[in-house]
């Protein structure tokens, strides 16, 4: 059962755009939020993360915007490169478990030159 | 450093056979980890490692066998691989302390059953 839920599977942009990616979950159980990239034949790696008690995070072009009542968060790129391009997993981190991370089923982004 | 590193990069199994993917850290993180991508489905966890001489299950585990004699390395064995065991496989790690989220991945291993 996926508990965190991505959309959308795509998406491109032009150069300049805001690309737009949500996710959604339903265990409060949930402490971290982090979001990964990852460019193609490389592992993800952490892009950044939010605390469900911060309902907005940036670090340089990336935020991430969280509702913690409706359960859902988002990643926005602000004035979005094609060396963006990449695709993207929302995570969500269980409190106090050694599993750590469920996984959203990525975002593929496209940004056009 | 080389952070987390993944042996082999690509292979090619027939149905059946056996192999093993080694996954080895110089990071000296006790928590490691194997994942599986597929498209659509995102990374799903196989098994883990909180230290060494332990293991456990994931999500998928089924298929798969783990071990991990020492700290820095966590080897994923495949008795008999099948077709659906067709994947990308991600190896990742962790220091016990680091509770934001923040694993550090290998480059994968892309491995076809033919």
């Known amino acids: 059962q996926q508990q965190v839920k991505q959309s959308p599977q795509s998406l491109i942009v032009q150069k300049g755009g805001i690309p737009i990616i949500n996710c959604a979950y339903e265990n409060t159980a949930f402490d971290y939020f982090p979001w990964y990239q990852q460019f193609p034949g490389k592992g993800p790696a952490l892009l950044i993360a939010i605390r469900p008690d911060v309902s907005e995070k940036k670090e340089g072009r990336f935020t991430i915007s969280f509702n913690k009542s409706a359960k859902q968060f988002s990643l926005h790129i602000m004035d979005s490169q094609p060396g963006d391009s990449a695709t993207y997993f929302c995570a969500a981190k269980m409190m106090g478990s050694a599993r750590q991370l469920t996984f959203g089923s990525g975002t593929q982004l496209t940004v056009l030159p | 450093n ?13 149905t ?3 192999m093993t993917l080694l996954c080895a850290q110089d990071m000296n993180h006790e928590y490691m980890y194997w994942y599986r991508q ?25 298929g798969y066998n783990v071990s991990r004699l020492k700290k820095q390395n966590f080897l994923l064995g495949l008795e008999s691989a099948a077709p659906s065991q067709t994947s990308v496989y991600f190896c990742a790690s962790r220091d016990r302390g680091q509770n934001t989220g923040e694993l550090f991945f290998g480059e994968g291993s892309r491995l076809t059953v033919l």
């Open chain 2, 16 to 18: 059946g056979q056996s």
């Open chain 2, 2 to 14: 080389a952070g987390v590193t993944q042996t082999p990069k690509f292979r090619v199994l027939k």
């Open chain 2, 38 to 62: 597929d498209p659509g489905m995102g990374l799903r966890l196989i098994h883990y490692s909180v230290g060494e001489g332990t293991t456990a299950k994931g999500e998928v585990p089924d």
